[in-house]
Each structure stands twice: as structure tokens, then as C-alpha cells.
Nanobody
Framework: QVQLVESGGGLVQAGGSLRLSCAAS????????MGWCRQAPGKEREFVAA????????YYADSVKGRFTISRDNAKNTMYLQMNSLKPDDTAVYYC????????????????WGQGTQVTVSS
């Protein structure tokens, strides 16, 4: 089972930026669909963005389109989430996740999870 470790969360003012990283153990890209979900207090986990297993397709939730960018560095087995124009509604714990499937666009598609990193956006 793939192991995932997130980093890069923190406190930022509205309109600011953060970049999250997800370091994966072993070779994951090309074997798993990889992505990000988030969970705000009192809410269900929400899909944010993902790569297809082949890496040729990228999906974003409507709420982050145009503001967030998912990327990856195959040589480092690391995935990133660049978050710009952050809003207080983006406050959540962000999770990196892997799915043993070609495409994953729902959080319940993912079977492996990191421990999460907190992102807090102040108004």
C-alpha cells in the first residue's frame, strides 16, 4: 500500500497563496490516480483535484478551478497543490490520496490517504 505524507499547510490571509506537497513512497505515478481532498470542520470530505492514473487527465472541483493547480514531479515521487487567491471557505484539512483506478473524482474513490495538513485562511 502506498504511503503518503503531506506538508506545506499553515495560516494565510485571504487572497494569499500556499503550496502543499505530498511525498509518496515508492513508484506511484502511473500506478495510481493521485489527488487531493479536503475536510472542513463539521463538513464531509470534499474532492479538490486529481490526476488520472496515466497522468494525462486532470480534474478540479468547480470551487477551486482557476485558483488551484495540481502538479507533480515524477523523479521525486511528489505531488503538489498550488493554492492561490485563497478564501476563508478554503479552510480545511487537506489530504493527499491515491486510488487504484484510472480516474478518481470523488473522495470515496481513493483508498490510500496521508495524515492531512491544516490550511487556515483568515479574513
Amino acid at each position: 500500500q502506498v504511503q503518503l505524507v503531506e506538508s506545506g499547510g499553515g495560516l494565510v490571509q485571504a487572497g494569499g497563496s500556499l503550496r502543499l506537497s505530498c511525498a509518496a513512497s515508492g513508484r506511484t505515478f502511473g500506478r495510481y490516480a493521485m489527488g487531493w481532498c479536503r475536510q472542513a470542520p463539521g463538513k464531509e470530505r470534499e474532492f479538490v483535484a486529481a490526476f488520472s492514473r496515466s497522468g494525462g487527465l486532470i480534474y478540479y472541483a468547480d470551487s477551486v478551478k482557476g485558483r488551484f493547480t495540481i502538479s507533480r514531479d515524477n523523479a521525486k515521487n511528489t505531488m503538489y497543490l498550488q493554492m492561490n487567491s485563497l478564501k476563508p471557505d478554503d479552510t480545511a484539512v487537506y489530504y493527499c490520496a491515491a486510488a487504484d483506478t484510472e480516474i478518481a473524482t470523488r473522495c470515496d474513490n481513493f483508498g490510500s490517504w496521508g495524515q492531512g495538513t491544516q490550511v487556515t485562511v483568515s479574513s
